[in-house]
């Protein structure tokens, strides 16, 4: 059954439609242009023409003030001359011209044995004293007939230049759109299983090459978010497993056996799995999040002040030294780089035997973070991996005591959002440094 709820569209082609409207521009063009030729041709071939009736005129009109009206008569018979009187009767003719008195406007036009004439007429002095007019004719039928021949080779070029043309624009906007029907297609087989698939660019740094370079940006991102989803599916089913399965199994054994179990104990440990449960499913959030839009706001952030919020957070057993932090000021998200002090921070506590040295300064234009613990360290083989999604070395994998995992992936993906880098190094008591370097904010 046709739907008929939405209004049929007719495809139209960007090729029809651009030869079609360069055809109607150079038609008008052209029509215009032949029409204004054809005018000027007219107006330069008349001028030619009564330039040749006024030199008649002269010179006739000398011969008849020294012979008188006779000069008219003997007038070959190509030529129209009429002498009339001051009342316009005709005193005297060249033998093919009409008896009746000949108009003496300026550049008259007059149709004679089928043919067109201009006329140009002047004063006279005749011998015996009196005066007239002299009347002069010459022919219009060759400018006539050459405006004609224009005019005729106008109105078959004009039509067969249009086409010509036409057929020039569909053939070089059909090659130039052919890249861009080609992209449609392979865009068009793009699937969700396919995302990493690219198009072809033809490199040939116009509007088509950057379509294409534009459109590859776009798939890129669209494959960065699915990894981003697929990256969150898997961790999420990974890592609340075991928290779950937890809860599961305490609570099996609490109806299982009423009588052995702690209501007390059970409350703890549902208390601290969900704990666990809540904090996993924020990072995740977080950093899918970061993964697909990265910061949410952008401002001048005081990263002293971040420092000194999360030293001031009580801790039992490990001191936090901020006395060697100085002023640096960067621009980017408050929070996450509020999230990324605290991370650091907590890593470093949960690692360190006593104390824990937060340093802040500037250095070649860059805020330098630097957090030290006096732990065990971490060995160089592992100081890349530390970054990693759910890493927990040796000494940090039991899950009672060591984190979920992302923190450090969280510090790592907010860093290089915020255009800085991070890294692991030796401490000078033996544990780890991390240091951060970001972008100082320039006033």
Known sequence: MVDRSRPSRRPRS????????????????????????????RTSLSDGV??????????????????GAGAVTAEDDDVLA???????????????????????????????????????ADDVDLPDGTGGVLVVGAPLEDADAAVQTVTVLL?????????LMSLVTWFVVGRALRPVDRMRREVDDVEGANLHARIDEPG???????????????????????????????????????????????????????????????ADVVLDEGARLQELVES?????????????????VDLDDLVFAE????????????????????????RLLGRVVRNLVDNAVRHADRAV??????????????????????????????????VRLDEGRARDAGGSGLGLAIVDAVVRGHGGSVAVSAAPDGGARFTVRLPLLRD
């Not at 960007?14 to 029409?35: D, Q, S, Y």
């Open 357 to 390: 040295t937060v340093a802040l300064g500037s250095v070649a234009g860059d805020a330098v973070l630097t957090v030290d613990d006096d732990g065990r360290g971490i060995p160089e083989g592992d100081r890349t991996r530390v970054f990693e999604r759910f």
């Open 50 to 67: 009564r330039s040749s009736a006024e030199q008649t005129l002269d010179g006739l009109a000398t011969r008849v003030e020294a012979d």
């Open 155 to 163: 109105v078959v070029a004009v039509p067969v230049v249009v086409a």
């Open 284 to 300: 995740l959030l977080l950093l899918t999040r970061l993964d697909e839009r990265g910061r949410d706001r952008d401002r001048a």
């Open 204 to 266: 040939s740094g116009d509007e088509v090459d950057r379509l294409a370079v534009t459109m590859n940006r776009m798939l890129g991102r669209l494959e960065a978010s699915q990894q981003a989803q697929r990256r969150f599916v898997s961790d999420a089913s990974h890592e609340l497993r075991s928290p779950l399965a937890t809860i599961r199994q305490h609570a099996e054994v609490a109806r299982a056996h009423p009588e052995v179990t702690d209501t007390a104990d059970l």
């Open 82 to 120: 009429q002498l009339q009187d001051d009342d316009g009767r005709v005193l005297a003719r060249a033998e093919d011209s009409p008896g009746r008195p000949l108009a003496t406007d300026e550049e008259s036009r007059y149709r004679h044995d089928g043919e067109r004439w201009l006329l140009v």
């Open 14 to 41: 960007i090729r029809a439609r651009a030869t079609g409207g360069a055809a109607l521009v150079v038609l008008v063009a052209l029509v215009i242009g032949a029409v204004a030729f054809v005018g000027v041709l």
């Open 311 to 334: 030293a001031s957070r009580p801790r039992a057993s490990v001191h936090v030294d901020v006395s060697g932090v100085a002023p640096a000021r960067v621009r980017g998200d408050d």
